[in-house]
């Protein structure tokens, strides 16, 4: 797989230095424009899929039951793909270099649209045709690839502290940490409780995965520092980036950080809070529909992620759908988009699931903050959010990432060491 993206990743440069269309690295079909430097035509109806990682909430497949109630003669199948984010990623692409249509309409996480719209295995589509002057700007961002849309949002994601209210309120604490060291603090008075015997401090998502690069640049953003400047330029090598990832690898060391979230991902973060594990939780807001069906409800809320000095920033998530340029039924595959996009889909993940909405309104409904009091929470975490590097050659950027935080997170080498060889990788992958 490495090797055939490389080769595609060439390709790409090649003709963007020629100042050519990178539509030559396409190919074709009899309902799309890979291969071609005209607009997509969107055409041809019939059955299509969509291709997203495995549904944990339990609520995807009734909203596509209601489109094919709708559309019997253009039903959508849903192929689920691993929970973990870059087995999907990897998929994905192996799908698109093979340019099979088996894949339709693709459930991207928003860091992937540059990449997979560099390589044309997405089209571009009809902006106008999609209500993005109601969707929160940071949110649109993510869909977009110099200057085109390429996705269609349909969730917005941001990390949020989830804590236990009745163990800090047993503790004389009356409100959540907002920095690192009020958080340590907290556990220390928590953790003297009869009620909190065995349970630890904090978790995250650790495990080497797309989850440890998202909590290493909240991490590093909350401490003042950037994986990549505005212009892309890779610079973790520095002060601030160092006091971030000092932050996660000295929590593991001292045990704020059980040894054990080394393992986490976000389902195992989940389950270790809900069991009553941790005192503290980094986590998207999908959680907390589920928490509120086990033994803490009631017991748990949600702050702003915590910071070095202050508030820290969340790592911009969630998911946008892109139509694949090797796909059949376009046509089809479009009016889908819309319907899955929509305002109301997205109230009903909301309600169903807890997925934060794109459009802003939703989370200025004074009838929707009653019902999910972490609404408020969710809409700054999302609208201070940094968006992880947007990149073509994210794969390798996300690898490297990975990589060099685990070793300092397992002890193997400093957070000093890490992050200059992370900043050689970087440089190297991005061409710099």
């Not at 793909?81 to 991207?108: C, F, G, H, W």
């Not at 995965?209 to 892309?232: C, M, P, Q, R």
């Amino acid at each position: 797989m490495k090797t055939t993206t490389a080769r595609a990743l060439r390709c790409s440069a090649a003709l963007a230095a020629a100042g050519l269309l990178l539509a030559a690295c396409g190919s074709s079909d009899d309902g799309g424009s890979a291969g071609q430097s005209g607009p997509t035509s969107f055409t041809g109806r019939g059955p299509i899929t969509y291709v997203a990682g495995k549904d944990t909430t339990g609520a995807v497949q009734p909203v596509l039951d209601q489109w094919n109630k709708l559309h019997p003669k253009e039903k959508v199948t849903f192929i689920q793909l691993p929970t973990d984010a870059d087995a999907q990623r990897q998929q994905m692409i192996q799908n698109a270099e093979t340019k099979s249509d088996a894949y339709t309409v693709l459930s991207l996480d928003v860091v992937w649209t540059s990449e997979f719209a560099a390589h044309q295995w997405i089209d571009k589509l009809p902006e106008q045709q999609f209500p993005l002057d109601r969707m929160l700007k940071p949110v649109v961002e993510t869909a977009k690839y110099r200057g085109g849309l390429y996705a269609a949002p349909a969730s917005s994601d941001g990390g949020m502290l989830y804590y236990r209210t009745d163990l800090l309120k047993q503790a004389g604490i009356g409100k959540a940490p907002a920095t690192w060291a009020e958080l340590k603090a907290d556990c220390a008075k928590v953790k003297k409780l009869p009620a909190a015997k065995g349970v630890s401090c904090y978790a995250g998502q650790f495990q080497k995965y797309e989850g440890l690069t998202v909590n290493f640049s909240e991490a590093v953003n909350s401490a003042g520092g950037v994986v990549t400047d505005a212009n892309g330029k890779p610079d973790v090598d520095t002060p601030e980036a160092k006091k971030g990832l000092d932050f996660l690898a000295g929590s593991f060391r001292d045990a704020t950080i059980p040894k054990e979230a080394i393992t986490y991902q976000e389902e195992d973060g989940r389950q270790a809070f809900q069991a009553g594990k941790l005192v503290f939780l980094r986590n998207w807001p999908y959680m907390y529909a589920l928490a509120g069906k086990s033994k803490l409800a009631g017991k748990y809320a949600v702050a702003p992620l915590p910071g070095l000095n202050g508030l820290g920033a969340s790592s911009l998530g969630g998911h946008n759908l892109a139509l694949s340029s090797f796909a059949k039924n376009k046509a089809t595959a479009l009016d889908f988009m819309k319907f899955y996009s929509s305002e109301t889909t997205a109230k009903t993940f909301l309600e169903k699931a807890s997925l934060a909405p794109p459009y802003a309104d939703l989370y200025d409904d004074a009838a929707l903050a009653g019902q999910y009091p972490y609404l408020p929470v969710l809409k700054q975490s999302i609208l201070h959010a940094v968006p992880r590097p947007r990149v073509v050659q994210y794969g390798d950027v996300t690898s490297a990432v990975q990589q060099e935080a685990y070793a300092a997170l397992t002890g193997t080498k400093s957070s000093a060491q890490a992050l200059k060889d992370l900043q050689r990788e970087l440089l190297k992958s991005t061409g710099q």
